[in-house]
DNA sequence: GCAAAAAAGTTTAACGTTAAACCAAAAATA
DNA sequence: TATTTTTGGTTTAACGTTAAACTTTTTTGC
């Protein structure tokens, strides 16, 4: 086709006998160009099909790019399909639209074949979501040394946004405890990436992950305060998605069928357990209680089954302060910034039954 | 703190004794250097902190970004309420994360203060979903020449894909005649952009969105072949959210009190206007049909409300066949890629029933 | 052991901007 | 009117890469 020359500040410049600089001022500097001169130039850069300075060259000089990164601890397409990931990113949408700052998801990636590849990395900063701390796109990311919030992982090299999860989860033992359940099972997911192994609450498994970590040390510190053995609580790993939650309480119950209560790490992962259970023909809060962690789901997202004991935690606050942080001018590093969480107690969970 | 000076290809080839290009190639084309001198540069790369060549520069250099952007017709933060969007990204980054391509969410400019903002345009091109055709960051985006993939928007210039809006209208059109509804009220989102008036489907209002024109389209085919006068059809045009479905359906049953079918243009409109007629003591489906479009609700979301009959269109694999579009090489312009759709018939419809 | 081919490395130029320092003309001040 | 200030513009250099063409060294084949 018209395989015309490719239009730059310096053609256009060329073109109406001026100095390129004047041509790049008359888009970033409107004052320093006379109205008259700026005009024309945009008269002439509209005839011309120019789109605008080149933003790889603007980059490369300003150091600028104008976008965060987002880096969650699973494939994309993972996070498309978690109303937790989705709310956090509503969150952190809600403050770029107004600063007009794109956002750049970048997935994992899985060969690590370079350490050194681009990473995509035209942005300004980072928000790096529960990673999973030896994921080599994570520690590619953090040793980048861009500015960067880490969310549900605690840095002191950053700003980290952060749920007590370790709290939340002692008291929702607590009250599982108190509901006089005492044959209890854990389903998390990895506790270290990509590892779906059992283990027991006295010899945790090595762990790779912050939120998983604190949420087995609240439990160990409310079964710690009863007469349980830590050693009788079994927790079993699975992908966070309801057939892992299925998957894994099918297990959980067949090793120690006498589980009267199942404390999930996720409310996907109670979803599918309590559906399992059911399948089982285990009446849910009757003969098993179980718990989750999130609040994501629609209250009566099956007539069928209970509404969830679980806790609520603001995703799309977190997601908001966490965009906040980043793009904020005066940010210490280090910064924690707390955001609140509160056990809601619903039909899912009842005082333990007769056997 | 230590301030020490910028670590690029140059200081690091200066610091070995060696030529930049070298550099370069270790970590571009490893073929071109020796593997003694290879690992040479990896470890000195990392013992100076070096992380890979310069994004900007390198784009700069070869025209190459790595990255595609998304452009919403609305907020983003507004695309993460929607389950259909949700859906439609979740189809992208399936593709994305096993191509290694970064994906841009590029939030609309509402001020369009300078037509040559740079629009974060670091992306080898564009995925546009369901735009407006007036909108300027749309116009932007098209105008820039990049490889570009239009969803819901009919344009010959570009690859598009599409569903057929306007059959799959005609056709929940007439199963609605079918059912023996004579008044019937329509409820779109903005048939052009900003917009919220009243409109009768024999004088629709000024167009500037494809899918609503498609669908509107479709049920005045289906009303002309019936003897309703079109002018008796009133189209309320709302915010695409269920309150806005719930607006549009009080004003329309205020308006015109006997109405029996509402036939929405998307399910969460779907569901406001249910909700509202709920209010307002009309059951539906006896005394008031309502259908949506998308089919993204939980069909129980609230039990005291019929499953939504609606038109099930493949958000997911919209976006999955988008992206493929958008990277693969071998693209025609101009070519259109059909997504199949389809009327799902369930409680929230029936046979008019006796005032 | 020599020519040819392959591998390894170098030199040069360019990608398209913006920032800083500078200069000239016009406008404002005394 | 002479002096300062402002406005509008220019010149120069640099941002950090990669591509292409070139040279040198090593390997291969006979």
Do not use: W
């Amino acid at each position: 086709m018209k395989s015309r020359k490719k239009v730059t500040l310096k053609s256009i410049a060329a073109e109406l006998g001026i100095t390129h600089t004047s041509v790049s001022n008359a888009f970033n500097n409107p004052t320093k160009v006379s109205d008259k001169l700026r005009s024309k130039i945009f008269n002439y850069a509209k005839s011309v099909d120019y789109h605008g300075p080149n933003p790889a060259a603007r980059s490369l000089r300003t150091g600028l790019y104008g976008a965060i990164g987002i880096i969650f601890n699973d494939q994309l397409s993972y996070a498309f399909s978690d109303p937790h990931d989705i709310e956090f990113l509503r969150g952190i949408s809600s403050i770029c639209e107004v600063e007009g700052t794109n956002i750049v998801l970048i997935p994992l990636k899985n060969s690590s074949v370079n350490d050194f590849e681009p990473l995509g990395a035209m942005v300004d900063g980072y928000i790096l979501n529960a990673p999973y701390s030896n994921n080599p796109t994570t520690q590619r990311a953090l040793a980048r040394g861009l500015p960067t919030v880490v969310v549900d992982f605690d840095s002191p090299e950053h700003i980290s946004v952060l749920t007590n999860d370790s709290i939340m989860m002692s008291e929702m033992t607590d009250y599982i405890l108190s509901l006089g359940h005492r044959q209890i099972g854990i389903i998390t997911f990895p506790i270290k990436e990509g590892r779906y192994d059992l283990c027991t609450l006295d010899r945790v498994l090595d762990r790779d992950n912050y939120v998983v970590s604190q949420r087995i040390n609240g439990c160990k510190e409310a079964i710690g305060r009863s007469n349980i053995k830590m050693s009788s609580i079994l927790i079993q790993e699975t992908t966070n998605s309801e057939d892992g939650g299925a998957e894994a309480a099918r297990h959980l119950l067949d090793l120690q069928p006498d589980i009267t209560a199942l404390i999930c790490f996720s409310d996907r992962l109670a979803y599918g357990a309590m559906t399992e259970c059911k399948r089982l023909g285990l009446a849910v809060p009757q003969r098993i209680s179980v718990t989750g962690f999130d609040d994501i789901l629609p209250q009566n997202l099956n007539s069928t089954l209970p509404a969830l004991t679980t806790v609520r935690q603001e995703a799309y606050e977190k997601g908001r302060k966490a965009a906040e942080a980043l793009l904020q001018k005066g940010k210490e590093q280090g910064q924690r910034i707390n955001i609140e969480a509160r056990i809601i107690k619903r039909g899912s969970t009842a005082k333990i039954g007769k056997l």
